[in-house]
Structures are given as C-alpha cells and as structure tokens.
C-alpha cells in the first residue's frame, strides 16, 4: 500500500541516519546526518496530516537549532578531536543498558497492544494551521506565554554564557 | 490522504527506536556537542508519538504540545551551546569524561 511505503520510507532513513550520527567520527558530518533525520522525521509529520508542525520542524530545527550546532562546531572543531577515541569507559555497560531500556518499552508495547482503540480514521480539520493557531491563542494561552519567557531567559542566558567578559 | 491510517503502533516503534540511539548516544559517546545532538534526537522521538496519537484521536492537541516540545529543544540547544563555549574557552576540551572540575 502507498501509505505504508511511504512510511517506510521516511522511518528507514530517520533510523538509518540516526545511527549514523551517533557513530561518525566527524562532528560535522554527524550533525549533516541529524539534519536528514530531522527532515525525515518532518516527512513522517506530513503523512500523519500535521502540515504546520512540519513546516515548523524544518524552519526551526533545520534552519535554526541545526544552524546554531554548525556555527558552535566551527567554533570549537579541534582536528586533534578526530584523533581520539570517541567512546568513553563504560560504553559497553552503558550500550547494553540502553538496549534493555529499548527492550524493556518493546515488551510493553507488545503486551500492551489491545489497550490501543483501533485506529480509524477520525476526521481532522483541513485546516490544520488554523486549528494549531485557535488551540495555542484560546486553551493554550498560559503555556504559550510561559514559552515564551522560556525563551527570552534562554536568550539572555546564551548570551551571558557566550560572552568573554561578563 | 491515505484512505486508512497505518495503526498507530509502526509509529510506536518507529520512535521507540529512535529514542534507543538517542539514549545510546548520550551515555556512551565522549564529546559534549554529540551529546547534545543525542539530546535532540530524543525529544524528536517524543515528538512522533504525540502528533500520532494527536492523528489518532483526530484532536490537535498533540500537536501543541509537539510545538511546546520543540521550544523547550529551541532553549535547550542555545543555552547547552553557550556552555560549551564558556568551558572550551576555559578547558580547550570537549570531552564529556575530562569535566571533571567538581570531582576529587
């Protein structure tokens, strides 16, 4: 089925690259591999009909947070970086406790199937920007402020830690 | 529009994985950007589950909290950048295991 390929698609290459990214040496090249599964990840939001946040995960997460990472890599790259080892002393316990983590949440949602109602296709509104925009500006309006204070102290905080003399 | 939706489950899975190399990252690798970049890859597996039950209760509320999500990575990302210019101006390092000021 159509949808299904498409599916696929997008989540063989956001786990593909994901992997990817944790394993290169290179930082750039891991960040490059970040960006494609962000954008993958986008993809996925755009076939579960939520075109305002893909259109927000591309513009901020690609544009803007995989940006600022780039820049502090350029400021910060050491070639001698390169040549040391990349994994610390307790990978392998660490490796292995997360893979039980991953196992242990795959058990519970293999038990846990029958609670899930069977997906049928509710209708969403077409207008999805719209209702995204009505839902933040009317039962949101707290958080939505809230957020935004978030984010001018964590201006303000990026500002002060990047400075040389405070 | 596909005229069935894929059962919410692929989606589980598919951000179950995600989150798996996100942690993985985290705890194993030694430079401080990676782990951050790991950090990111986390709270965007979290991000797949809210806007796929958001899709499956045909509501929109999942998808807000995906916005808020994404302003909190936003904040984290600048302020974890700003900290790893301070330190490697002081440190000339980036290497999780060699921040070990505080310990003795």
Redesign the interface.
Known sequence: MFSHTVFYFFALLAVASAIMMVTRRNIIHSAVYLITTLLATAGIFLQLDAEFLFVVQIILYVGGIMVLFVFVIMLVNLDVSLRLVQFNHQRFVAGALALILGGQVFIAFRVGRGVLPHPVLRSMSPKNTEAVGDALFTHYMLPFEIASILLLVAMIGAVVMAKRRV | ??????????????S??????????V?????V??I???I??IL?AV??NL??F?????D??G??F???I??????????G??????F??NR?T????EMDLLKW
């Open positions: 529009m596909a005229p069935t939706m894929i059962s919410p489950d692929y989606y589980l899975m598919l179950l994985a995600l989150f798996t190399i996100g942690v993985i990252g705890l194993t690798r030694r430079n950007i990676i951050l970049m790991s990111e890859l965007n991000n797949i806007v796929a958001s899709r499956l209760w045909g929109v509320n998808q807000v995906a916005i808020f994404i302003t909190d990575a936003a904040a984290e990302a600048a302020v950048l700003g900290i790893i210019l301070a490697f101006r000339e980036l290497l999780a295991d």
